[in-house]
T-cell receptor, first 114, second 111 residues
Framework: SAVISQKPSRDICQRGTSLTIQCQVD?????MFWYRQQPGQSLTLIAT?????????ESGFVIDKFPISRPNLTFSTLTVSNLSPEDSSIYLC???????????FGPGTRLLVL | GESVGLHLPTLSVQEGDNSIINCAYS??????FIWYKQESGKGPQFIID?????DKRQGQRVTVLLNKTVKHLSLQIAATQPGDSAVYFC??????????FGGGTRVLVKP
């Protein structure tokens, strides 16, 4: 399985600011995924990030609010822009397994917006 | 503190007993299913998977059952231990490599 790290692990931000979350994988992967997990809830896919192309966003998520970069095969960033308290969530990145079809997840970034 | 599982259904089980966690999935075209375990403060951890051409798969202390007729998935944990306390999610995958997660179940193991 891939080893995935995320930075920061947690943050407290003021409304109206932005937070950029980094995701680093220890191997080259084609697809990286960003999820949101709101308090007490399940995971919802925000977007799929492929290297060299625009991210593909799910219904309800837009690039202006959640811009994503994918500069190479081991790294991606998710920015949560113009923060509001409703953005308080855990944000997780994941990658497809190279052998299995499963996805492996990073530890998550816990965001609290005041 | 961590709020994962705060509003999810809870399964309380005595240590040493077997646990059964159920999941109804939505897409009849899904061909791959995964169970994840999420402990407080961590990301989801892969437990076991199953393809749609199977109806049962066993791992170490865990068994996944798939009933495609009624679109139902279950995870059985044998001899539940305190370390099994966590939130458990099922996920389904159809075309496009996208995972869709179920609502989750919090398992609380009582000593």
């Amino acid at each position: 399985s891939a080893v995935i790290s995320q930075k920061p692990s947690r943050d407290i931000c003021q409304r109206g600011t932005s937070l950029t979350i980094q995701c680093q994988v220890d191997s080259q992967v084609t697809m990286m995924f960003w999820y949101r997990q709101q308090p007490g809830q399940s995971l919802t896919l925000i977007a799929t990030a492929n290297q060299g192309s625009e991210a593909t966003y799910e219904s309800g998520f837009v690039i202006d609010k959640f811009p994503i970069s994918r500069p190479n095969l081991t790294f991606s960033t998710l920015t949560v822009s113009n923060l509001s308290p409703e953005d308080s969530s855990i944000y997780l990145c994941s990658v497809d397994g190279t052998v299995q079809e499963t996805q492996y997840f990073g530890p998550g970034t816990r965001l609290l917006v005041l | 503190g961590e709020s994962v599982g705060l509003h999810l259904p809870t399964l309380s089980v005595q240590e040493g007993d077997n646990s059964i966690i159920n999941c109804a999935y939505s897409n009849s075209a899904s061909d791959y299913f995964i169970w994840y375990k999420q402990e407080s403060g961590k990301g989801p951890q892969f437990i076991i998977d199953i393809r749609s051409n199977m109806d049962k798969r066993q791992g170490q202390r865990v068994t996944v059952l798939l009933n495609k007729t009624v679109k139902h998935l279950s995870l059985q944990i044998a001899a539940t231990q305190p370390g099994d306390s966590a939130v458990y999610f099922c996920a389904e995958k159809a075309a496009g490599n996208k995972l869709t997660f179920g609502g989750g179940t919090r398992v609380l193991v009582k000593p």
